[in-house]
């Protein structure tokens, strides 16, 4: 198990920035070289000592000294971000409550979508993995309140449905 002394013996860490950097020559990595590659999920990987690990969660345990307990959450939705600021460990329920715009999303507007069938703007909000209907609206900008009202009222982060 990588631990925060060896994390800090083969690599340094800008708070500022996100930034992991070798600290010394390895088959694969020059000393002050940048650590790590992009998966295609988005998210930054490294490999130590022949173990994968997510950088955010790296970052985590190179500040705090423990890994995460939860979920890593990336505030702004940015996963190659790794800014300690821009991280949070927290729960599965709350990840999902600052999750970024679906890119099949037509509204623009999570949980906003036009019933062609009723030819009204439908507002719905998932709690608890049961989605709940918030009303059907002649009006986009009714929807659009009543989902944010919903957000606000169930603990949604400010940032939920933004786009990456």
Not at 10 to 15: I, P, S, W
Not at 36 to 63: D, F, M, Q, T
Request: glycine share 8%; hydrophobic share 35%; charged share 30%.
């Amino acid at each position: 198990m990588l631990t925060q002394e060896r994390l800090k013996e083969l690599l340094d860490y800008d708070e500022e920035t996100g930034v992991f950097t070798w600290k010394a020559d390895g088959r694969r990595h020059v000393a002050g070289g940048i650590a790590g590659h992009r998966k295609p999920n988005g998210y930054l990987h490294l490999c130590i000592e022949s173990e994968k690990y997510y950088a955010h969660r790296l970052a985590w345990l190179y500040v705090h000294g423990n890994m995460p307990k939860h979920q890593i959450d990336h505030i702004n939705h940015n996963r190659a971000d790794n800014r300690i600021a821009n991280l949070r460990d927290v729960s599965p329920l709350e990840n999902q409550r600052n999750a970024s715009l679906r890119n099949d999303n037509s509204s623009g507007v999570c949980g906003v979508c036009f019933d062609k069938a009723r030819n009204k703007w439908m507002s719905r909000i998932k709690l608890e993995g049961k989605r709940e209907n918030l009303g059907r609206f002649h009006d986009f900008f009714a929807a659009v309140c009543a989902r944010k009202s919903a957000e606000v009222k169930y603990g949604f982060h400010e940032n939920h449905g933004a786009m990456e």
